[in-house]
């Protein structure tokens, strides 16, 4: 089709300093008139084409119009490409889109990736998401309900201020009223949002919110002492990365972790208890007389009556 063949020639020029209307008719399989009358569109719709003579002479685009390849080097370019490419998949965001169009006119040619981001890992929070992140760019109230660490369901307004991803998951940040102060929100955890007409100025002090369970580095910290099979080598490393780590000549491993009230921390007993028989907690023993008590509670859900 004429359209895509022009659109191709645009991304032809701005890849090349010059190129000739034989190779340009080579490569589109046309007649070197049709490339004549290509380039007049082109020009006619405002592209800035400059016309070369002489025995290297063709067509490129003016000076000034392209992006210098020296701002950006070849590994720049691929990685920008990478990660526009997921957040534009994630928000379905056409701006992020053109941007990869720009970029991939200074991209080298036929280079293999080295690099993939995937930050779909909850699709049930890829339909929120573009309606939060519009609710920040127009600082409209976002109103919904939510299920907090407690297992409590309350209905929140929020003023939303950035989205983030860490730990695998989507939070959004921002003042919400209901508290009276800055908090943070698991996407996984909030249900209805509905983005209101009401919108809102930024509060003068944004103070990050502490409900991550990140605590400052002066609380004390308690060891975490588990013992791990080698069934369950691949998950616990999964979860515990940076976690101090000793191997032993039967294959399995002990592993110590640093946790701020591991006794009240319901994320870490649910990962705890997801390693099934191939975990077990040592240290502290109320943790495992809590993981213990856990698992009583949920046999009796599989009692035959």
Not at 188 to 210: C, D, G, Y
Not at 225 to 247: H, S, T, W
């Amino acid at each position: 089709m004429k359209l895509e063949r022009l659109i191709s020639i645009i991304y032809k020029l701005l890849n090349h300093d010059v190129l000739s209307a034989a190779i340009l008719a080579e490569e589109f399989q046309v007649s070197q008139r049709t490339i004549y009358r290509d380039i007049d569109v082109l020009c006619a719709a405002g592209f800035p084409v400059v016309a070369y003579q002489g025995t290297k002479g063709g067509y490129g685009i003016m000076d000034g119009y392209k992006m210098d390849k020296s701002l950006l080097g070849s590994y720049d370019v691929t990685s920008l490409i990478t990660v526009l490419n997921s957040l534009s998949t994630v928000f379905e965001d056409e701006r992020a889109q053109g941007t990869i169009e720009r970029l991939q006119t200074i991209e080298p040619e036929y280079r293999t990736p080295s690099l993939a981001v995937d930050l779909e890992t909850r699709r049930t929070a890829l339909g929120v998401l573009p309606l939060l992140r519009s609710a920040i760019t127009q600082r409209n109230l976002v109103r919904f309900e939510y299920i907090n660490a407690q297992n409590e369901r309350r209905t929140r307004e929020l003023e939303p201020l950035r989205l983030h991803f860490k730990f695998g998951n989507w939070y959004v940040y921002g003042y919400c009223r209901s508290r009276q102060d800055y908090r943070e929100f698991r996407l996984s955890r909030m249900l209805n949002v509905w983005l209101t007409q009401e919108t809102f100025e930024p509060h003068p002090e944004a103070l990050e919110s502490n409900d991550s369970g990140q605590k400052a580095g002066d609380e004390k910290m308690e060891e975490v002492v588990i013992r791990v099979l080698p069934e369950a080598l691949a998950d616990v490393m999964d979860q515990f990365q940076l976690a101090e780590k000793q191997f032993h000549d039967d294959g399995s491993m002990t592993v110590r972790i640093p946790v701020y009230q591991p006794v009240r921390a319901r994320w870490l007993w649910s990962i705890l208890l997801s390693f099934g028989s191939g975990a077990e907690v040592l240290e502290p023993v109320e943790l495992r007389d809590i993981l213990k008590e856990q698992l009583q509670k949920a046999l009796k859900l599989y009692e035959e009556v």
